[in-house]
Nanobody, 115 residues
Framework: QVQVVESGGGLVQAGGSLRLSCAAS????????MGWYRQAPGKQRELVAV???????QYTDSLKDRFTISRANAMNTVYLQMSSLKPEDTAVYYC?????????WGQGTQVTVSS
C-alpha cells in the first residue's frame, strides 16, 4: 500500500526556481533511498538525483550545479530544489522510493519552463 506522491510542479520562466516535494507513505520502515527522475517529450526517463538513507546524494553531472535533493523533516519525504531553470528542463518529474530490491514510483508532476 505504499504510495509515492509528487507535488510542486508548474510553469516557470527561464532562470526561475521551483521546489518539488515527494512524500512516500504507507510504510513503517524508512526507505533505503529516494530519488528524482524526469522524462521530457520524446525522450526516455533519466536520473536527476538520488538520496540514500545514509545521507549520500548523487546527481546527473549536468544538473548537479543547479539541482539539490534533500530530506524533509517528515520521514520518507524529500525535496528537489531546482534553480536557474532552462526550457530544456521541461519534463514530467517522477519520484521513487527504494526498499531492498523494490522500487515504488509516483505519478509524476509536470514542470514547464518557458523561454
Amino acid at each position: 500500500q505504499v504510495q509515492v506522491v509528487e507535488s510542486g510542479g508548474g510553469l516557470v520562466q527561464a532562470g526561475g526556481s521551483l521546489r518539488l516535494s515527494c512524500a512516500a507513505s504507507g510504510a513503517s520502515f524508512r526507505f533505503n533511498a529516494m530519488g528524482w527522475y524526469r522524462q521530457a517529450p520524446g525522450k526516455q526517463r533519466e536520473l536527476v538525483a538520488v538520496l540514500t538513507n545514509a545521507g549520500s546524494a548523487q546527481y546527473t553531472d549536468s544538473l548537479k550545479d543547479r539541482f539539490t535533493i534533500s530530506r524533509a523533516n517528515a520521514m520518507n519525504t524529500v525535496y528537489l530544489q531546482m534553480s536557474s531553470l532552462k526550457p530544456e528542463d521541461t519534463a514530467v518529474y517522477y519520484c521513487n522510493a527504494v526498499y531492498g530490491v523494490t522500487t515504488y514510483w509516483g505519478q509524476g508532476t509536470q514542470v514547464t519552463v518557458s523561454s
